[in-house]
């Protein structure tokens, strides 16, 4: 039987007056809850402003389609000010409403709702579709404008290779293989991710280094001439900008490079001002330097060090500003390993230097986007003071790879499995991984943050994906709440076992192979969806069924409605029709699964593994309520 409708809030507009609430502003939120649901007697907030707790109640605003609707008033008295519903039947029962859901017992602070009183990403960060590109591996240019990537000698650290060797995975190769690829070479591809529906672009290192990832900086002060120079980057951007394509870069806040100029002069004279830019050993404690993972050639940034900052993250000379700022033009930073950032041991200066870049930012070029990476639990540092959105994997890659791969599949590398093996999940637990992780979020950091299928540091996900589930997963990606990411090349069906494997030289020619169309329609169509319902990048989320086999939500706002259903093999799901009002006037947008409604039900079905979407309309909501229609109950 299809599980009782319960109450419903997120942080979307129907249910949130204002999404970029200042500090002290009193914000207007809104509950559903439906008439099978009992006699209410209580119905309101709960917050805990300066760790004090507050109680808003409630009043009936409405009834539309079988739901009723709630409205409270809550001041913002924090920069992030969490609340939760209390909900008290006539019978004396209570549930609290967070973000894991409906529960019978009090709930912690970490899951509440949350309002961010912080300085607010871009506007156009939801709506977003990212691309990410290894540049050394993308696309070598043909020496229209500049010297061309096949008139370049080899460095004297790489192992030159032709555009189809295989790649190397094992040392020296992974760090040293080099194929040449440049940014003139991206800007010669432009019509591929405009194909695509690409407006993000983000670009793995630039600087020089002595590696093909290029995240050993040698400099931060120049593009490294192997890509083109600094003249080959505005080249890139200013050709995407005419595109509509915005542009970011990638920073390594955690370490730089034992080549770079920083740390050679740090390590020629002890008493020069870069010295205190890294974490020296003294004598007695073995000498050395701490580095990332105890690899040597990425010693670690000691961020209190005030030149330091100056150069590289605080104010208009800055690294950070820099980029930003004509000629560049970057549109915003992804910052490599931002979990360990300023962390070692007792120190932990992670705050002070992610707000510093934010505040850089903001002086500089405001409707820039800041992405922090945190490989695990992200919550703790994307509350909305620094981090726009984080490129993390607990809430959507890792439950997904565990649900849609073949069972006993190889975790790879360089996304923190602790184990070998990925564990196999059910529709159930990708769904309850993927809610309890996205509820250490606020709303605003869910909408930008990245839902890759895999990255250049983790396998494809079509290596062990099982049959006909890159549907299901790309209609995932681009569904859920975040920014789709797609990792060039897996446009193409490319495969990887682990990180290294992954960063296959994208193979231009076959893009009307059997092999390669299909795939290419595959993400050609699932993005265009995306980018056609304004809906799927800021709209609500109400999860309406989920089983072994299939998961089912409804992306929501006024103006439209996206229900969706995506499935690892033949399923059917059904749930109560009240839960949907409208779904007669559905339309399909994707996929060939079948929706039905009768004798008060909603059944979804497949008869294989895939992804649907149907249009709706958009969900009936009252208008809102002034002040007075809440008292205050402290």
Do not use: C
């Not at 159930?428 to 250490?440: L, R």
Request: glycine share 10%; net charge negative.
């Amino acid at each position: 039987m299809p599980e009782p409708l319960t109450p419903h809030h997120d942080g979307s507009p129907l249910h949130v007056s204002s999404q970029a609430p200042g500090l002290g502003e009193t914000v207007q939120v809104r509950l559903r809850v439906p008439e099978s649901f009992g006699p209410l007697s209580w119905v309101g907030t709960r917050s805990n402003p300066n760790r004090e707790p507050r109680f808003d109640e409630a009043s009936l605003v409405a009834t539309v389609d079988g739901w009723q609707w709630w409205q409270a008033a809550v001041e913002v008295e924090n920069p992030v000010h969490g609340y939760r519903w209390l909900l008290i039947g006539d019978d004396g029962r209570q549930h609290w409403l967070n973000q894991l859901g409906l529960s019978s017992v009090e709930t912690r602070d970490h899951d509440d709702f949350k309002l961010v009183a912080h300085e607010p990403a871009p506007e156009w960060a939801p709506a977003s579709v990212m691309y990410q590109i290894f540049p050394d591996r993308f696309a070598r240019s043909t020496a229209a404008i500049g010297a061309g990537a096949a008139t370049r000698p080899a460095p004297d650290w790489a192992m030159p290779a032709e555009w189809n060797d295989p790649v190397d995975p094992v040392p020296p190769g992974r760090s040293a293989q080099y194929y040449g690829g440049d940014l003139d070479g991206v800007r010669e591809h432009l019509d591929h991710l405009e194909s695509l529906g690409i407006d993000l672009l983000y670009l793995t290192p630039v600087f020089p280094a002595r590696s093909n990832h290029r995240y050993d900086a040698s400099t931060f002060d120049l593009v490294d001439p192997l890509l083109g120079g600094d003249d080959a980057l505005v080249r890139l951007v200013e050709a995407a900008h005419a595109r509509g394509i915005r542009v970011i870069g990638d920073l390594t806040s955690n370490h730089s490079g034992d080549a770079h100029e920083w740390f050679r002069a740090a390590q020629a004279e002890p008493s020069a001002p870069e010295r205190d830019f890294y974490f020296f050993k003294s004598e007695a404690e073995g000498g050395g330097y701490e580095s990332w993972l105890g690899v040597p050639s990425l010693p670690k940034f000691d961020w209190s060090s005030a030149e330091l900052r100056r150069r590289f993250i605080a104010g208009p000379d800055s690294v950070v500003a820099r980029f930003l700022a004509p000629p560049f033009d970057l549109d915003g930073w992804r910052i490599d390993v931002a979990n360990m950032t300023g962390r070692l041991g007792s120190a932990d200066l992670n705050a002070e230097v992610r707000q510093t870049i934010r505040r850089t930012m903001l002086e500089t070029k405001p409707d820039s986007i800041l992405l922090g990476e945190s490989t695990n639990d992200a919550a703790g540092d994307f509350q909305g003071d620094a981090w726009h959105g984080a490129m993390t994997y607990t809430p959507f890659t890792r439950p997904l790879w565990s649900w849609l791969q073949e069972p006993g599949s190889p975790a790879g590398g360089g996304i923190g499995f602790a184990l070998a093996r990925v564990p196999t999940f059910t529709g159930g637990d990708f769904h309850a991984a993927h809610t309890t992780f996205a509820a250490g979020f606020p709303w605003s950091t869910r909408l930008a943050t990245m839902n890759a299928l895999d990255t250049h540091d983790t396998p494809r996900f079509a290596t062990h994906a099982r049959p006909g589930t890159l549907p299901a997963a790309l209609g995932l990606a681009v569904t859920l709440p975040g920014i789709p990411v797609v990792w060039a090349g897996d446009e193409f069906g490319l495969t990887g076992e682990d990180g290294e494997a992954s960063r296959t030289p994208m193979p231009w020619g076959s893009e009307a192979s059997p092999e390669v169309a299909p795939v290419l329609e595959t993400y050609r169509a699932l993005l265009r969806l995306r980018r056609e319902h304004p809906v799927l990048a800021t709209g609500g989320i109400r999860w309406l069924a989920v089983g072994d086999e299939a998961v089912a939500f409804v992306r929501e706002s006024a103006a439209e409605s996206v229900l969706v259903f995506a499935s690892r093999s033949a399923a059917r799901l059904e749930f109560d029709a009240a839960a949907l009002p409208a779904v007669d006037a559905a339309g399909s947008l994707f996929g060939a699964a079948r929706l039905a409604a009768s004798a008060g039900r909603i059944t979804l079905e497949s008869d294989a593994a895939g992804f649907a979407a149907w249009s709706l309309p958009g969900a009936s909501a009252p208008a809102w309520q002034g002040d007075s229609a809440v008292t205050r109950h402290e």
